[in-house]
Nanobody, 120 residues
């Protein structure tokens, strides 16, 4: 079991910056990858950025060059630095941790979500 707690959301003007943090507890040494997802009203949850245990990163095209995912030692905590924010970045942001049991079987754990609102 993994528990995730996010922090750092809020209200910011377009062009501004925010940094989200995600602290994991529980079976953190079993985590293979962590990421940030977001869900805007009326839309599906989408991947924003992810980082593997080896440090490889992956970003949605819409945030490349603006957002950076990083982590402290031992995979925890994980951060999402968001720069040059746009109104379309407004959403609830969720931290995710994935534990892989084999190539096809995995478990996903989610934080409670943190609201990010970007005003124009």
């Amino acid at each position: 079991q993994v528990q995730l707690v996010e922090s750092g959301g809020g209200l910011v003007q377009a062009g501004g910056s925010l940094r989200l943090s995600c602290a994991a507890s529980g079976s953190i040494f079993s985590i293979n990858a962590m990421g940030w997802y977001r869900q805007a009203p009326g839309k599906q949850r989408e991947l924003v950025a992810a980082i593997t245990g080896g440090g490889s990163t992956n970003y949605a095209d819409s945030v490349k060059g603006r957002f950076t995912i990083s982590r402290d030692n031992a995979k925890n905590p994980v951060y999402l630095q968001m720069n040059s924010l746009k109104p379309e970045d407004t959403a609830v942001y969720y931290c995710n941790a994935r534990i892989m049991y084999d190539s096809r079987v995995y478990s996903d754990y989610w934080g409670q979500g943190t609201q990010v609102t970007v005003s124009s």
